[in-house]
Each structure stands twice: as C-alpha cells, then as structure tokens.
C-alpha cells in the first residue's frame, strides 16, 4: 500500500518532485505518475493507484485548476 498519492499538473512536475522528495526523505512510499505502465490503460492505473494510497496530496495551482 503506497502511503502517499502525489497529484498535480505536469506544469507543476519541479514544485512536484521536491515535496515528492521532502516524503520519501521522510520515510513516506510516494506515488507520482512518473511513467504508465506499457500496455495499461492511464485512467484504470492511476484509479487503481488511488485505490491503495492511504492518503492523497493535491498541489493546487493555477495550473492544476485550468
């Protein structure tokens, strides 16, 4: 089970990947959709990825809510 589920708009992807690595320098296990599996279906793997992170960060930025 991932502890944390990292979202946020590629625009973000630099403020993304430093809180990305301030949680795992914590001892957090962060998902962040880096790379789709080959031959899965985005939507079915991020959906399924949410389904087992124990807890959800939103990066909200202009961004983000476009």
């Not at 809180?19 to 296990?29: K, M, P, S």
């Not at 789709?36 to 279906?41: A, I, K, L, Q, S």
């Amino acid at each position: 089970m991932t502890d944390v589920f990292l979202s946020y708009s590629s625009k973000d992807r630099a403020a993304a990947d430093r809180i990305q690595a301030g949680l795992t320098a914590a001892g957090f296990d962060v998902f962040w959709d880096q790379e789709v599996p080959p031959g899965r279906d985005w939507n079915g793997w991020i959906g399924e990825q949410l389904g087992k992170a124990r807890c959800v960060v939103v990066l909200w930025s202009k961004a983000s809510v476009a």
